[in-house]
């Protein structure tokens, strides 16, 4: 698990860091300058005669940072220039402390540095304390930076990136790598920003979960296999793993059905039952022959036998959707996830009902997961989409109050949140899942996780990154154009490693 901090966070566990456990503030520096040092020495010690390094410094203590690094590798023998930016009357105390030492240093500080005779450019103008965009001389340096040749580091965070957001405030350093300091900044993972940093290197500097006093930070992520799946009893039989029911698929639409259907499958669910339209029945038993097919009219029964109940892939807005979705509702009280056409009716004008039926049951224990992407999330929140991409956090926790349950607000970084609680930000997936169907598939994978016993918020979660994880195999053997969703759930679980992971 990794942590996403703010900048408001970053700076309360900067404070506490030195105000409670005692570790002032120039000792931080040194270890974030000793990181960054470490950093540039493993890749250009080797050649450390031909290297030349530029560091762009602002007045804060980013670039406090800087200077401290010029120093550093001045004294190990490289050629180092320091660039400042802004006026050194307002610098910060730490920074003035940095600059004085710089003088006892062979490092060039005057102005007539010209950046194409670098090879190595840092970025040590504005790091979490970036308040306004990027102008004037500011947007001068980051350009010239940024046209300049050879390798660009920033420090903690790339010039003009918002850390809380991802957003290029003005303009932005483009960055080939980042070295951040303490914790991961979650602009560094959200979009742009995270194209913006490049491969982002977490230093540690002495700043640690110790500094949160209580107040743990609210975003995290997953890096790698480490999730918590639920453990599969040797003994096991079908009905161990789960009765999973699917409503998918109006008429010409069985596609989506078959792939929410596989995917239930190849996460584990033990039988998967999908109720589509009549139609479909024969295309839907040759595309998975492995589910057990009922028609609309066997809704009911299907819902006592069911332990767990997804409904939404290709449903369509007719009246048949709405009358399976009123069923769903109605006559049931076990777990539901909702996607698709199932939230759009539940947006509509004559889905309030409804919708507020699922909010009483939410408040009294049923589990409930709802998975819109932007479009459908503005819909229900009645926002503009632009609203709801640019505050998908704060999106996806009106969402789960609503309903009392756990939103999964899709993006390019999907957000899980519940109503109280953390945020986790999902960073697996590529560019090939943006294709027709990969929603489905996800819906399946939830649907799979619920079904084997996963508490929602879990199954929620897990399943975002298992789905991304599969993208990201997918796009390996098709690349990121070949993508298709059939691809992504025939990757699921592909690499996971059940000795490795953390069972539950
Ligand atoms: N605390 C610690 O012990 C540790 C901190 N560490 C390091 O400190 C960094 C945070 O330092 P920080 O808080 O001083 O903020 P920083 O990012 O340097 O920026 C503030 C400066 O930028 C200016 N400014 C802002 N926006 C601007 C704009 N658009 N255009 C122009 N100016 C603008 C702003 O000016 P002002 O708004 O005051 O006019 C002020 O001068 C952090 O990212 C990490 O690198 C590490 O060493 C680990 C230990
Ligand atoms: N660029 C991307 N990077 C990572 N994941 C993506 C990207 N684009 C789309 N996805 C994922 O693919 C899925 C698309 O779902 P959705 O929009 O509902 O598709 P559909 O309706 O076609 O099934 C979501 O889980 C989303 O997070
Ligand atoms: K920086």
Known sequence: MRYLVTAQEMKQYDKNTIEYLGIPGPVLMERAALAAEDFLKERFDAVKERTKVLIFAGMGNNGGDGLALARLLAADGYTVAVRLVGDPEKATE???????????????????????????????????????????????????????????????????????????????????????????????????????????????????????????????????????LPD?????????????????????MAGAAILAARAAYR???????????????????????????????QLSESLEWADVIAIGPGIGREEQARECLKKVVEKSRKPLVLDADALNLLAEENGKALAEKLHTQGAEGRVIILTPHVGELSRLL???????????????????????????AKDARTIVCKEQGEFYLNTTGNSGMATAGSGDVLTGVILGLLAQGMNAIDAAVNGVYLHGRAGELAAKLHTEYGVMAGDIADCLMKDYDEKESVKK
């Not at 793993?241 to 008429?251: E, I, R, W």
Request: charged letters at 20%; glycine letters at 12%; proline letters at 4%.
């Open 267 to 297: 996460t584990g669910a033990g039988m998967v039952k999908v109720i589509t339209a009549e139609e479909n029945r024969q295309i839907l038993q040759q595309g998975i022959p492995e589910a057990l097919y009922g028609s609309c009219r």
């Open 94 to 228: 730490q920074w003035k402390s940095q600059w004085q030492t710089l003088q006892h240093f062979p490092v060039k500080t005057d102005s007539n540095t010209q950046a194409d005779e670098y090879n190595v450019i840092v970025d040590a103008l504005f790091g979490v304390g970036l308040s306004r965009p990027v102008e004037g001389i500011y947007a001068e340096a980051v350009e010239e930076m940024n046209v300049a040749e050879g390798f660009k580091l920033a420090l903690d965070v790339p010039s003009g990136i918002c850390s809380d957001t991802g957003r290029v405030l003005g303009c932005a350093f483009l960055a080939d790598a980042t070295i951040t300091f303490g914790f991961c900044k979650r602009g560094l993972v959200m979009y742009p920003g995270t194209d913006y940093a490049g491969q982002v290197h977490i230093a540690n500097v002495g700043i640690g979960p110790e500094s949160f006093l209580g107040q743990s930070p609210e975003m995290y992520t997953y890096d790698s296999c480490e999730q918590h």
């Open 382 to 408: 009645a926002k503009t989409i632009p609203e709801c991409k640019k505050e998908l956090p704060e999106c996806g926790r009106e969402l789960a109050e609503r309903f009392h349950g756990v939103a999964v």
């Open 232 to 252: 599969r009893t040797s003994s096991g039989n079908k009905g161990t793993f789960g009765k999973a029911l699917l409503v998918a698929g109006s008429n010409g």
